[in-house]
C-alpha cells in the first residue's frame, strides 16, 4: 500500500504557525485532489480541508477557515497545509489522504463515507504555551 511521506509539525505557541507538507516518489501527487485530516486525542477522525489536483478549489472546515491555508508546489509535487493563528484545540495528529477517485469538496462535504487509498503516516501539532 502507498504511504504519504509528512513533514513538519511540532510543539508551537498558541498563535503560531506550521507548515506541513505531504508528498510521495510513488506517483505523481500533483494529479490527485489531496485531503486533509486531524485526529483529535479522545476523539474520532475530521475533515480539515482539501484542494483539488489543479488547484482551482479548495474546502476549508469552519473551525480552521481563514487561519489555515493549503497549497500545492506542482514543481516538487508537494502539498502543504499552513496552519496560522493556532489555538491550543488545534494540537492533533494531523494526516494527508489521496485517492484517485476523491473530488474536492464534494468528498468532503458528502455524507458518504470517503475511501482513501493512500494515507500519510500523520504528524504531530502540539499547541500549548
Known amino acids: 500500500q502507498v504511504q504519504l511521506d509528512q513533514s513538519g509539525g511540532g510543539l508551537v505557541q498558541p498563535g503560531g504557525s506550521l507548515r506541513l507538507s505531504c508528498t510521495t516518489f510513488?506517483?505523481?501527487?500533483?494529479?490527485?485532489?489531496v485531503a486533509w485530516f486531524r485526529q483529535v486525542p479522545g476523539k474520532g477522525r475530521d475533515g480539515i480541508g482539501c484542494i483539488n489536483r489543479d488547484t482551482k478549489s479548495t474546502f476549508y472546515a469552519e473551525s480552521v477557515k481563514g487561519r489555515f491555508n493549503i497549497s500545492r508546489d506542482k514543481a516538487n509535487k508537494t502539498v502543504y497545509l499552513m496552519l496560522n493563528d493556532l489555538k491550543p484545540e488545534d494540537s492533533a495528529v494531523y494526516y494527508c489522504?489521496?485517492?484517485?477517485?476523491?473530488?474536492?469538496?464534494?468528498?468532503?462535504?458528502?455524507?458518504?463515507?470517503?475511501?482513501?487509498?493512500?494515507w500519510g503516516q500523520g504528524t504531530q501539532v502540539t499547541v500549548s504555551s
Open positions: 489522504a489521496a485517492d484517485f477517485f476523491f473530488r474536492c469538496p464534494d468528498g468532503m462535504v458528502t455524507s458518504r463515507e470517503q475511501k482513501f487509498d493512500y
Open positions: 510513488e506517483f505523481d501527487l500533483d494529479y490527485y485532489d
